[in-house]
């Protein structure tokens, strides 16, 4: 038991290290060896827990966004409204992890749990988007859902690129728009 203690102890130093390097420094400063000597972890240690950076890297993400998540017990009960605002917020509030969030999207490389995590975490959202639109009438068969969701999505990420790009863009006019769009 007490070595399963020090397991959770060490993953959430090595967490806390993860998320105090992406807000001071973004994706650069987070670094293996910057996360270790911040946690006060071996190297070791971080690999029985994660296999790889970026993993640590989507967890703290991934933490950031079930914080804003409109229906977290995943009830169904959100509006297309809600799960907006919920990506909203998320970049705009969480902006150092949004940026990091989208940086690691892009350039994930040549791990395929990072690329399937992403895809999975796209899905689930296409979903949970389609549904909503479903409940509240705005298409009338779920192909026409997960299509509107789709192309909803993608404008809200690729609005969400311009924002980390030029911080003077209005991108909760813009992700309001959008939304006003899959209506039609």
């Not at 029985?48 to 995943?74: H, T, Y």
Request: aromatic share 8%.
């Amino acid at each position: 038991m007490a070595r399963y203690q020090v397991g959770i102890r060490t993953e959430s130093k090595i967490l806390e290290a993860t998320r105090q390097l992406l807000a001071e420094g973004g994706l650069d400063a987070a670094t293996l060896k910057a996360i270790c000597e911040r946690a006060g972890v071996q190297a070791g240690s971080f690999y029985n827990i994660f296999p790889s950076k970026e993993q640590a890297i989507m967890q703290v993400a991934g933490e950031a966004i079930q914080a804003v998540d409109p229906d977290p017990d995943l009830s169904g009960t959100e509006s297309l409204n809600d799960l907006v605002d919920a990506y909203i917020r998320f970049v705009v509030e969480q902006s150092d992890l949004a940026r990091v969030y989208l940086q690691v999207a892009v350039t994930v490389g040549n791990d395929d749990s990072v690329t399937r995590r992403f895809l999975r975490h796209h899905v689930r959202r296409v979903e949970r988007f389609a549904q909503a639109m479903l409940r509240e009438s705005l298409v009338s068969t779920e192909g026409e859902a997960i299509t509107k969701a789709e192309v909803l999505l993608g404008a809200l990420d690729g609005l969400a690129f311009r924002w980390v790009l030029d911080r003077s863009f209005d991108f909760r006019k813009h992700a309001r728009y959008a939304v006003s769009q899959c209506g039609r």
